[in-house]
Nanobody, 122 residues
């Protein structure tokens, strides 16, 4: 019954913005991460945050453009993506963990969503 569902992906022109949402059910998570995977590429870390304390983490490639936030009481997290670039095109996944600290290693997360497609045109 543990499930995470992403939404909010779509097609956007370079320089535009999108906000992704992730809704979790079946388990209470204390931290969330966002990851992405482009065709022919490895999965890469994007952003993470724990609501037990500490600051959010961001990949260097998105720092200053993306913001992770959430309504933890409603088991929902968001990824605000601004100034999008064609290089941001990928399937975006959210992941949840019982850890109170956000982390960049995907292997440390307990559950994953099925992803939402983000396509940025040039």
């Amino acid at each position: 019954q543990v499930q995470l569902v992403e939404s909010g992906g779509g097609l956007v022109q370079a320089g535009g913005s999108l906000r992704l949402s992730c809704a979790a059910s079946g388990r209470t998570f204390s931290s969330y991460g966002w990851f992405r995977q482009a065709p022919g590429q490895d999965r890469e870390f994007v952003a993470a945050r724990g609501w037990g304390g500490g600051s959010p983490l961001y990949a260097d490639s998105v720092k200053g453009r993306f913001t992770i936030s959430g309504d933890i009481a409603k088991n929902t997290v968001f990824l605000q993506m601004n100034s999008l670039k064609p290089e941001d095109t990928a399937v975006y996944y959210c992941a949840g963990s019982t850890s109170y600290v956000g982390q960049s290693q995907g292997s440390l997360y307990d559950a994953w969503g099925q992803g939402t497609q983000v396509t940025v045109s040039s």
